[in-house]
């Protein structure tokens, strides 16, 4: 195929996915569309509620899996019809919800995966994993039933999770965890504070502090991390915020809850870094801070595994730049499955989930021709 031709069935593939909405929890007729491709190609297919595994081991060649999110965020008007466009300085772009967030890379995953030549002649076996869930909460990822129910999918030799990266080998992931930190007062009319104590303004030295910690950096194999400490979410009263707790307008209030999210290097494990957590909460508070701190959500990082032999073979062969996750992914519960897994994929970071979210031209076939260069060449 022609550089021109690649390009025109790249944008045109990535155009057609886009042209079906699939946000969080309304995946079904993007998933349904795919399903109706892949069994009219022949191909074996297992779906599991929304998400689908395309093809099989094979027991003379080592599995790589191409992972891919089939949701998106809502759309916007600026997005929601998606086209291609030329950006102020030139760059050609494909505009529309769910370009670079994800489906350009699996849109590249599938490419591939439909290149009969290049399965036939691969030294791994090449299979397709399209699931559902991965912008909602963790409790809706079909990631975890996916794996359940498809017990060979743990044997692979590798998951290439083709979420955005710039075009990066992006190894390994942060660890996130999310503490409730509840500030307690007492109540009063706004009119007399000095009857009460204000939950509110008591955490003012917290948050100050918590605003001028630093990110510290962490190496592990050789690759930087970087440890980040944040409030997302504050409210008074003692509910959560999303079911209105605020205490009323003129009353001092008897609590202040904040949201403070860790993200943590894979240099140490959940309860380790909980800990962490709670210590330094209670350090920035100071000693007589009236408190308590409740872990709400926690997720495991993934450790880059850069000496495992897939892994390096895939750095080797892909010739792009490298670097650590700075997020959570999914190469998380591959990792605690077993399975070595990296994120590589044509997406720009900086446009996920951005109002008029678009993807390079360029960055499509470049990912393309990298990814099918590491799976006719890769070793085992």
Known sequence: MS????????VARLIAQCAVPSVT??????????ERRYRDLGESVVRVGDSLVVGAPDADRPTVLLVGHLDTVPATDADEVAREATLDDGTAVVVGRGTSDMKAGNVVA?????????RTASPWSIALLLYAGEEGPASGNELRAVLD????????????????TDGRVELGCLGGIHARVTFHGAAAHSARPWQGRNALSGAGSFLTALERRAPVTRVVD????????VATQAWT?????????????????????????LRFAPSRDLATAEQELRDEIAALAGEDADLAIEIVDRAPPAPPRREDAAVTAFVSTVAAAIGGKQAW????????????ALNFGPGATAQAHQR?????????????VRLATFLAGGTA
């Open 149 to 164: 129910a498809v017990p060979w999918l743990a044997d692979a030799a590798l998951a290439v999770v083709l979420e955005p």
């Open 329 to 340: 992914t999914d190469v998380a519960r591959f990792t605690e499955r077993g399975v070595p």
């Open 3 to 10: 550089d021109a031709a690649l390009r025109d069935d790249l």
């Open 222 to 229: 050789g690759i930087d991390f970087r440890d980040v400490l």
């Open 25 to 34: 929890g309304a995946e079904a007729a993007l998933a349904d569309m795919l």
């Open 237 to 261: 009263g003692g509910l959560g915020p999303q079911e209105r707790g605020a205490a009323p307008m003129n009353v001092v209030p008897d609590r202040f809850s904040v949201n403070v999210n």
């Open 356 to 368: 008029g979210e678009w993807v390079a031209i360029d960055a499509l076939c470049d990912a393309r």
């Open 110 to 118: 599938m490419h591939l995966m439909e290149d009969a030549a290049l």
